[in-house]
């Protein structure tokens, strides 16, 4: 990847580690399900008045909404919902790079090199680590329900390279289209009309605040803007190369987290996370690759130079 696509790959796992705190600002307000439905009903609405449908074929679409949008939210939602960590979830959904990876070879045929299963057996073994000492403290539910999540995530990885969108930022409006309506009814059955109509009773009063601002951050920053670029990435590039970049994510949200709401991560857990953060790194140092074309264009202007 050039210097630039890695900046790019970079901020979005800023974006998105900040992201995890949005996530918890709005659940003290709204049930997890019927958040994931409004959350993506902010963007669902304006795109269908006003973006043009991608030119992909459905069934990738459909995919990546179904994966990245309702799998993947459903489950860290419920998952935070339930008690797991802010900072430690931004690290257990990063359980998405070696999915994707193995997703990646098996369904897209893309090359594993040892770095890189080296790399995502290191990460995988910190997720283990994480997963132990949260299992032991607070049982494995909500770690299991953030795993389903980055299993989610893996699925929506692969169907956008699938599907190759010309117009990536109109792909992720679009793929917003596809939970609502899935995610409202199921509210309506698991958490009912009575759960929702409190939230909404106390949404217009001041202690809603931080919900609607980590609301907004998540819509705008968190899934236009991150996404966005994270889709242009992984179509110019192996899922298997971008994908490991969102392990980076945890650095930020696990320090935010820590700041914000005092969350200290248990010793296991810290050694998990450097495990991770590590087969990241490793996996994504790739071998340098010659820019062919720059030297062709170097050796064409001294060819003309020589002629004049």
Known sequence: MPARHIALACLVAALWGVNFLAIHASLQQ????FLV?????????????LVPRPDVPTRWLLGYGVGFGIVQFLGLYLGMEAGFPTGLASLVLQAS??????????????????????????AVAGLGLVGLSRGGADGWWPFWLVVLGALGWAFGNVSTRL???ERPLHLICWMAVVPPLPMLALSLVVEGPGEIGDAWSTAATTTAIPAWIGLAYTVVLGTVVGSGIWVWLMKRHPAGVVAPFSMLVPVVGILTAAVVLGEQPAGLEIVGAVLVVGGVVWSGRL????DLEGTRRQRRRAAISAAQ
């Open 287 to 290: 071998p340098r690759v010659p």
């Open 163 to 165: 599907a190759a969108p």
């Open 37 to 49: 439905a409004l959350r993506f009903t902010l963007l669902a609405v304006p795109t269908l008045l």
């Open 30 to 33: 709204f049930p997890p399900i």
């Open 97 to 122: 790079a070696p999915f994707t990876v193995v997703l990646g070879a098996v369904l897209l045929r893309e090359r594993l090199t040892v770095r890189r299963v080296a790399g995502i057996a290191v």
